[in-house]
């Protein structure tokens, strides 16, 4: 049984430009998260997807978007990209209702030179 | 406000006790968590507690909260070399899809 599969692994970009990362969830859970660690620090939510639509963002720019493909995985884009941005990201999936416990994926480190 | 606090490392001898401490701010948590990350990978959920639950024991782990002080820890009985990692607390809230984790607490198990 397969845990969270996120791609790439590591991920290397110039400021300015834009960069896709991508999630593939637990079997048997609809419902993908996204969150943001930077060095050091703990995770940082960004938004959460279910049924296809972003049903709750935390406080990121517009930059930050996403979405879910019926088969439920998700896609994080990231535009404009600022040095700021290098962090892990973290992709986590649940299902089974509002407090259902997130299994995370191993990341994917994103560094911007 | 939404507020998670932890101290920012631990070391203890292989085979002791570790106690990992947690402080939260928001009173209407449901639900309490700690995952433990290893060097370059996500993180793996441990355990979780209701926020009506005093204690929840699992095998090595025992978790104790105390709502009116809103403190939360995690015992990790025998420990080992294998748990050496950064423990994070984290909270969920009724009114919230998302979780408020800490810095994250560094465990160093010497040989």
């Known amino acids: 049984d397969a845990g969270v599969t996120q791609s790439p692994t590591h991920l290397i970009k110039t400021r300015g430009q834009q960069v896709t990362l991508r999630c593939s969830p637990k079997?048997?859970?609809?419902?993908v998260s996204w969150y943001q660690q930077a060095l050091g620090q703990g995770p940082q939510f960004i938004f959460q997807?279910?049924?296809?639509?972003?049903?709750q963002r935390g406080n990121f720019p517009d930059r930050f978007s996403g979405h879910q493909f019926p088969n439920y995985s998700s896609e994080l884009n990231v535009n404009a990209l600022l040095l700021g941005d290098s962090a892990l990201y973290l992709c986590a999936s649940t299902g089974g209702g509002r407090n259902s416990p997130l299994h995370f994926g191993n990341g994917t480190r994103l560094t911007v030179t | 406000g939404e507020d998670v606090e932890q101290s920012l490392f631990l070391s203890v001898r292989e085979g002791d006790s570790s106690v990992i401490n947690c402080t939260y701010t928001?009173?209407?948590?449901?639900?309490l968590y700690w995952y433990k990350q290893e060097p370059g990978a996500g993180l793996q959920l441990l355990t979780y507690?209701?926020?009506?639950?005093d204690m929840k024991q699992d095998q090595r782990l025992t978790v104790l909260l105390n709502k009116k002080d809103k403190h939360l820890s995690l015992r990790i009985a025998d420990t080992q070399t294998g748990d050496s990692a950064i423990y994070f607390c984290a909270e969920s809230m009724s009114s919230s899809y998302k979780l408020i984790f800490g810095s994250g607490t560094r465990l160093l198990v010497r040989p």
């Open positions: 997807y279910y049924e296809e639509e972003e049903r």
């Open positions: 079997s048997g859970h609809d419902t």
């Open positions: 928001d009173s209407s948590s449901t639900y």
């Open positions: 507690i209701f926020s009506n639950m």
